[in-house]
């Protein structure tokens, strides 16, 4: 589908939306009370303290996982076991007591609810996209191409071939004689390109956006790299890379956001803290898992890690364990990266920052996942980060890197122009965290309140 979305036709259309928003709210408060009837109607043999149970076996394997991921040996061998134990015990627990058809009954009605829920809020989201035009075929463009990102998706999909065949000058990337793409995208510039294009990871592709923003010619993403996340918010498809060619013959341009931290633009996340600390390490791209492992008890509760200051536009943050900085927000205050940027054109940097101090906290987040108070998510325009040493490690779109503090973060709103397909799939709707106060303010015939900018959905 396009990128650009459009509003029901005539004037009955938002209202139809929010009396459909306010049916939902309403179903979505009925399942919650189906939930709470279920569970006192089990517990009506005095059997409160096993449903408890249920609570304490998610607290204790959030606090087994803890122990796991800050302590090596034993105690990361019996955290091991009690995040898997505690969990089985519990519906053991539930299965011999005869109290697993409440359970199962409170867990579908609630799973229900949050579906409700979630569908009121996003009907009652503006749906719009970010605006596109219709341009003209480049009569110049040169691709620079990494043959061995993402596995060798350059030749396993012939994007050589495909793209010269569409009029592109191809630039494979040497990396054995470590190529530098932004030299080659500005005599590609100088020598005429009206387009530039990248098919490799998200690192490269910033460089070279970065390039095209600094002369104002248009950018392609082709999604050659391993996990494309860039891609992904733009709508392409990521399954078959060669289909972003398409924008060469029959494209659309869209205006995006460019990140900015220390002078170096990217496109994505820059992280600072644990996994910044951990991608430093030479066996970290051949051992994820495993180096993690054993570096993060030392960065949780040792004294490897830098602690960190961090200054957003309104707020301070002290000692983060983990920060991330996004070119635009995230629907979900998920530091893993797992989810998506509705938008990327909102001209602001999301921020999540993450401190788990020890069992209690780990245990909260089981239990309220990103609400928890160890999560801190927010907006801001300028982000700088502090730190008592000379370099910090950086993680710039996956890429590891040391920097001076203070390090700037900040955005460069639509300051890259992006070509893209007019026929492309979208991005996948992540639906956002459901915030009840406006579920039950919905339900009841209140004015909602203004959604805010995180939760706004759109095809990107």
Same mark, same amino acid.
């Given at each position: 589908?396009?990128?650009?979305?459009?509003?029901?036709?005539?004037?009955?259309?938002?209202?139809?939306?929010?009396?459909?928003?306010?049916?939902?709210?309403?179903?979505?408060?009925?399942?919650?009370?189906?939930?709470?009837?279920?569970?006192?109607?089990?517990?009506?043999?005095?059997?409160?303290?096993?449903?408890?149970?249920?609570?304490?076996?998610?607290?204790?394997?959030?606090?087994?996982?803890?122990?796991?991921?800050?302590?090596?040996?034993?105690?990361?061998?019996?955290?091991?076991?009690?995040?898997?134990?505690?969990?089985?015990?519990?519906?053991?627990?539930?299965?011999?007591?005869?109290?697993?058809?409440?359970?199962?009954?409170?867990?579908?009605?609630?799973?229900?609810?949050?579906?409700?829920?979630?569908?009121?809020?996003?009907?009652?989201?503006?749906?719009?996209?970010?605006?596109?035009?219709?341009?003209?075929?480049?009569?110049?463009?040169?691709?620079?191409?990494?043959?061995?990102?993402?596995?060798?998706?350059?030749?396993?999909?012939?994007? @050589? *071939?495909?793209?010269?065949?569409?009029?592109?000058?191809?630039?494979?990337?040497?990396?054995?004689?470590?190529?530098?793409?932004?030299?080659?995208?500005?005599?590609? @510039?100088?020598?005429?390109?009206?387009?530039?294009?990248?098919?490799?990871?998200?690192?490269?592709?910033?460089?070279?956006?970065?390039?095209?923003?600094?002369?104002?010619?248009?950018?392609?993403?082709?999604?050659?790299?391993?996990?494309?996340?860039?891609?992904?918010?733009?709508?392409?498809?990521?399954?078959?890379?060669?289909?972003?060619?398409?924008?060469?013959?029959?494209?659309?341009?869209?205006?995006?956001?460019?990140?900015?931290?220390?002078?170096?633009?990217?496109?994505?996340?820059?992280?600072?803290?644990?996994?910044?600390?951990?991608?430093?390490?030479?066996?970290?791209?051949?051992?994820?898992?495993?180096?993690?492992?054993?570096?993060?008890?030392?960065?949780?509760?040792?004294?490897?890690?830098?602690?960190?200051?961090?200054?957003?536009?309104?707020?301070?943050?002290?000692?983060?364990?983990?920060?991330?900085?996004?070119?635009?927000?995230?629907?979900?205050?998920?530091?893993?990266?797992?989810?998506?940027?509705?938008?990327?054109?909102?001209?602001?940097?999301? @921020?999540?920052?993450?401190?788990?101090?020890?069992?209690?906290?780990?245990?909260?987040?089981?239990?309220?996942?990103?609400?928890?108070?160890?999560?801190?998510?927010?907006?801001?325009?300028?982000?700088? @980060?502090?730190?008592?040493?000379?370099?910090?490690?950086?993680?710039?779109?996956?890429?590891?890197?040391?920097?001076?503090?203070?390090?700037?973060?900040?955005?460069?709103?639509?300051?890259?122009?992006?070509?893209?397909?007019?026929?492309?799939?979208?991005?996948?709707?992540?639906?956002?965290?459901?915030?009840?106060?406006?579920?039950?303010?919905?339900?009841?015939?209140?004015?909602?309140?203004?959604?805010? *900018?995180?939760?706004?959905?759109?095809?990107?």
């Amino acid at each position: 589908m396009n990128a650009s979305r459009t509003t029901s036709a005539g004037p009955e259309g938002p209202d139809r939306d929010l009396r459909s928003a306010r049916g939902l709210a309403r179903l979505a408060l009925l399942c919650v009370a189906g939930a709470v009837v279920a569970v006192v109607a089990g517990a009506g043999f005095g059997q409160w303290f096993v449903l408890l149970l249920g609570l304490a076996g998610l607290a204790l394997a959030g606090a087994g996982i803890w122990w796991a991921l800050a302590h090596r040996g034993a105690a990361r061998l019996l955290g091991a076991l009690l995040a898997l134990g505690a969990p089985v015990g519990v519906l053991v627990l539930y299965a011999v007591s005869g109290l697993w058809v409440v359970a199962v009954a409170a867990l579908a009605a609630w799973v229900a609810a949050l579906g409700c829920a979630r569908s009121a809020l996003r009907r009652l989201r503006k749906p719009h996209g970010m605006h596109s035009r219709s341009v003209r075929p480049p009569r110049r463009p040169v691709l620079i191409m990494n043959p061995r990102s993402g596995d060798g998706k350059v030749g396993r999909h012939g994007l @050589v *071939k495909r793209a010269e065949a569409l009029g592109a000058r191809v630039i494979l990337l040497d990396l054995d004689a470590d190529p530098d793409p932004v030299a080659l995208a500005r005599q590609a @510039v100088a020598e005429g390109a009206d387009l530039l294009g990248v098919a490799s990871g998200d690192g490269t592709q910033a460089l070279v956006a970065g390039v095209a923003a600094e002369h104002g010619v248009p950018f392609m993403v082709v999604a050659a790299g391993t996990r494309n996340h860039f891609a992904m918010d733009l709508g392409l498809d990521r399954e078959d890379p060669a289909s972003g060619l398409d924008a060469l013959s029959d494209g659309v341009e869209v205006r995006v956001d460019l990140g900015d931290v220390a002078g170096r633009p990217f496109v994505n996340t820059v992280s600072f803290g644990t996994y910044a600390e951990i991608v430093q390490s030479p066996e970290y791209r051949d051992a994820k898992a495993a180096t993690a492992l054993e570096q993060l008890p030392d960065l949780l509760v040792g004294d490897a890690g830098t602690p960190l200051e961090v200054q957003t536009d309104e707020t301070r943050l002290h000692a983060p364990q983990t920060l991330l900085v996004s070119n635009n927000s995230y629907v979900r205050a998920d530091p893993l990266g797992g989810g998506r940027r509705p938008r990327l054109d909102g001209g602001t940097l999301g @921020v999540i920052a993450v401190r788990v101090e020890g069992v209690a906290q780990a245990a909260e987040l089981a239990l309220r996942g990103e609400r928890a108070s160890s999560i801190t998510a927010l907006t801001s325009r300028r982000v700088v @980060v502090e730190a008592d040493e000379e370099l910090i490690p950086v993680a710039v779109d996956g890429e590891a890197l040391t920097l001076p503090p203070p390090v700037v973060c900040s955005v460069r709103p639509r300051a890259l122009r992006v070509r893209v397909p007019r026929q492309r799939p979208g991005a996948p709707y992540v639906a956002p965290s459901v915030d009840w106060r406006r579920v039950v303010d919905l339900a009841l015939g209140r004015t909602p309140l203004p959604i805010h *900018k995180n939760q706004e959905q759109s095809d990107a």
